[in-house]
């Protein structure tokens, strides 16, 4: 059954172009010349996994079940079926115990290309709103809707940190801040498992950009993402770690290389850090595509290999992107692993005991997540049609219930109020005529999903493009609900909309007459196999689209009031127009979903006091960012080294006195907060961690750890680190009083600033909370800093520690504007 894949996989192997380090014999993947202390080590063997933490019940209850498992059968559970499945990606099946196999369907933000399913707002949106309950609801509402549509396993949540300002997919994620971003991932994979569905946090990790990302035919450039291992842990690991000890039951690893090494075939990553490090109980599963050999993945720690084939673009089954006749992944001819793997276990290349950890993984998630075995997909994501070929394939379950309710808070928590003179909230009845400009305020003129996977930018922007979006349901566009909720409140007020981004002299006129303007305009991105207006994935610039700026100047031009709206992937540049005085309030919207119109317009009129804040610093040019994207190399692994290290985003800015346009964290209210009596209390530490040479701290930027078998301190217990991570070390009370005259939420930010000594950035995010105080009423607020909170890593001991010195407490409305300093020593 073996020999003829096994020959097909040797002869791609010896026409593929670059060389893998071989686990087998023990060498790393080289470097090209000047990159080479940027090696990625070897780790083996994979651990096994051990039912340690709260996974105890799950691990056993698999193993029994792949105790009875065929070597064909355990084989069809690690390898996807192809893309002609119900599901965007799947396993074989296993008819003797009635299991069809795992559906495994995007996106993070809904289910994606399906009926009667809600499009959420976008991570970057939940982030925004710097709510833990909201963050939960998104989560737990959309495992759902998953569940309701038969799915298993969610891809998602998102939580790349957006290293790049113009990186396609950061939208997806949840901002530039590991610990906001860890927050949100830890919360959302909560929320999405107690609906019974496994989460997927991806993608493990380096992956920020798209240009070179991976994941096409045998011959592409694929980028070398070059990080040092103190930055690894404390900027890019870390929302990792955090959605494994929340229980997250799924990781994905992503198509870039770290470190030379392909990310699916990493054993330092897969093996040495999520394996062991972080004790992770579930399976890892590639990116679609993401897989490029059989044996070294197979030994490197990948649990599944999705979605089964090669490649993308090539081979005989209709571009490789569906495989018809191998929906059996155990008698598959165009695979790294179904019938090779097959072959590898005989022939001894890869022991059978790691296919059996393979499979334990993955039913231990399924039954940690509280699934069982019957659970079927009730819709396809080929087709919305009822039948395909005379089957039925779509039952059109609506699965939406009220979500929209919770959809449409989202869109209006995570909008921030950049700029307000005092036009807004806006006073219906003082505005007799309205103005309305730029194609973002409308719909697609081809329909709300008109464009496959939102690859274009047609009428209002609600969400990037990819495969981490959904369709709509039905899209609240602005000009829509402001029209109607003006109407409802003034029918006796003139609106009117003009809606081509080019007609300045159709804007001009109307702004003439108006006594209010609202220009809208947006800024897209999405994911690299979709290219939208010369965008490949990544944006070119930092501009708004459509020429936005131009369709701001026509309004402003003749227009004294005009309110701008920005929907948008992430930053853009707004020097031009910021300090004009005929812009009179700015709203920074996001990509809200499907409600955004409702969204916008419970902000604008004052039902909602905007509360949200940026996840990221809009800067005042290209320039003052610490890293951009690679767009052109001649290298046949292009490397991308992280220089900035721990410097991203508001640490570089500090780092470097830059100042930025807005920073990160800020948001204005139509209230006011003030701040006082502060107060630190210390639970205390036993014995002070051992500090081991911080001079040489970052000596080992050639490594991501020793090559060794097991590093005796990486032996955890405890999925996504210690126990005694979550150890309270210090509670930081303060008192917030709203001294305006609306009621609202107020969002306290916690920063640390570390001792000299430990070489950290100025100040980082250890924690926030949202408050709700009533207008002239003041609320204490309570913090805690936990052990992992106050820790660094030691790439010397490869641990986390505590530095001696003086730690600072900053309390503040954003990460510059800071209203109470404490300290505490160590």
């Not at 993070?108 to 963050?135: E, H």
């Not at 290219?531 to 003749?558: C, F, K, M, P, Q």
């Amino acid at each position: 059954m073996g020999t003829m894949s096994l020959l097909i996989c040797l002869v791609l192997v010896a026409l593929w172009p670059v060389a893998f380090g071989d686990i087998v014999s023990g060498v790393p993947d080289s470097a090209p010349p000047g990159f080479e202390e940027w090696i990625s080590p070897i780790v083996v063997p994979a651990k096994p996994v051990s039912g340690d933490g709260p996974w105890a019940s799950a691990v056993a209850r698999a193993r029994d079940l792949v105790s009875q498992l065929t070597l064909d059968e355990k084989i069809n559970i690690t390898t996807g079926a192809g893309g002609n499945l119900a599901c965007v990606d799947g396993t074989g099946a296993l008819p003797r115990f009635n299991f069809s196999g795992f559906c495994l369907q995007d996106s993070p933000l809904g289910v994606r290309d399906t009926d009667y399913a809600s499009a959420f707002p976008a991570g970057i949106n939940v982030a925004a709103t710097w709510d833990k309950q909201l963050m939960y609801d998104r989560g737990f509402a959309m495992g759902a809707e998953h569940l309701g549509k038969g799915v298993n396993m969610i891809f998602g949540p998102m939580t790349n940190l957006g290293r790049v300002a113009a990186g396609g997919r950061n939208w997806e994620g949840f901002g530039a801040d590991p610990y906001l971003a860890g927050v949100a991932t830890a919360q959302t994979v909560l929320g999405i498992q107690d609906n019974n569905v496994i989460a997927c946090v991806k993608h493990f990790y380096g992956n920020e950009q798209e240009h070179y990302r991976g994941g096409g035919s045998s011959s592409e450039q694929i980028y070398s993402s070059n990080i040092d291992d103190r930055t690894a842990h404390e900027l890019y690991i870390w929302p990792f770690a955090e959605g494994i000890r929340a229980g997250a039951a799924s990781i994905m690893c992503s198509y870039n290389k770290v470190n030379q090494t392909q990310n699916c075939q990493n054993s330092k990553l897969l093996n040495g850090i999520i394996k062991e490090e972080l004790d992770f109980q579930g399976f890892i599963v590639s990116d679609a595509a993401a897989v490029r050999s059989g044996v070294d993945t197979a030994l490197a720690g990948l649990d599944m290999h999705s979605p089964g084939f090669f490649y993308f673009g090539t081979g005989p089954y209709n571009g490789g992107a569906s495989l018809p006749n191998e929906g059996n992944p155990d008698n598959t001819t165009y695979s790294w692993w179904g019938s090779n793997l097959i072959t590898a276990v005989m022939n001894g290349s890869v022991p059978e005991s790691r296919v059996d950890d393979m499979v334990t993984r993955a039913f231990a998630a399924l039954f940690f997540t509280g699934q069982d075995l019957t659970r079927t997909p009730n819709f396809n994501y080929q087709t919305e049609d009822t039948y395909l070929n005379g089957v039925l394939v779509n039952e059109h379950v609506n699965v939406m219930e009220n979500h929209g309710q919770l959809i449409r808070e989202i869109g209006a928590a995570s909008i921030v109020m950049l700029k307000n003179t005092g036009v807004l909230p806006v006073d219906v009845t003082k505005y007799r005529r309205y103005g309305i400009f730029g194609s973002d305020a409308g719909p697609n003129p081809q329909g709300p999903n008109g464009c496959a996977d939102r690859g274009c930018d047609q009428g209002t922007l609600a969400m990037g493009w990819g495969s981490g979006t959904a369709n709509f349901p039905y899209l609240i566009d602005p000009n829509m609900a402001i029209t109607w909720y003006v109407y409802n409140n003034r029918p006796d007020t003139m609106i009117e909309s003009v809606l081509d981004d080019y007609d300045y002299a159709s804007i001009n006129q109307v702004a003439s007459q108006a006594d209010i303007c609202l220009a809208f305009v947006n800024a897209d991105s999405g994911e690299e196999y979709i290219t939208v207006d010369t965008n490949e994935g990544d944006r070119n610039n930092l501009t708004l689209w459509h020429s936005g700026e131009a369709v701001i100047n026509a309004s402003t031009s003749y227009c004294s009031n005009t309110i701008v709206v920005v929907h948008s992937v992430g930053p853009v540049l707004l020097e031009e127009w910021i300090d004009n005085p005929n812009v009179t309030a700015v709203l920074w919207a996001g990509l809200p979903g499907q409600e955004t119109g409702n969204s916008l317009v419970d902000v604008l009129f004052g039902a909602v006091n905007p509360s949200g804040r940026l996840p990221y610093t809009l800067a005042r040019q290209r320039g003052d960012y610490p890293a951009d994207v690679l767009y052109e190399s001649n290298m046949t692994t292009p490397q991308i080294t992280y220089y900035e290290r721990l410097m991203i985003d508001y640490r570089w800015f500090d780092a470097q006195s830059i100042v930025p346009r807005y920073e990160f964290g800020y948001g204005l209210s139509y209230t006011t907060f003030n701040y006082s009596s502060l107060s630190l209390y210390g639970q205390g530490i036993s014995k002070r961690d051992d500090v081991n040479n911080f001079d040489a701290r970052w000596v080992t930027d050639t490594s991501m750890a020793p090559t060794a078998t097991y590093n005796p301190y990486l032996n955890q217990t405890y999925p996504g680190g210690p126990l005694s991570f979550s150890d309270t070390m210090y509670t930081v009370t303060f008192k917030v009083t709203n001294s305006g005259l609306r009621d609202g939420y107020e969002v306290a930010q916690l920063y640390l600033g570390f001792p000299e000594s430990a070489m950290e950035p100025p100040k980082v995010l250890r924690e926030f909370n949202r408050v709700w105080i009533k207008a002239e009423e003041t609320s204490t607020v309570s913090m805690t800093l936990l052990r992992k909170d106050i820790s660094i890593w030691d790439v010397i001991s490869q641990s986390w520690i505590i530095p001696s010195g003086t730690f600072t407490v900053y309390i503040g409305k954003s990460s510059r504007d800071i209203q109470l300093t404490g300290s505490f020593e160590q």
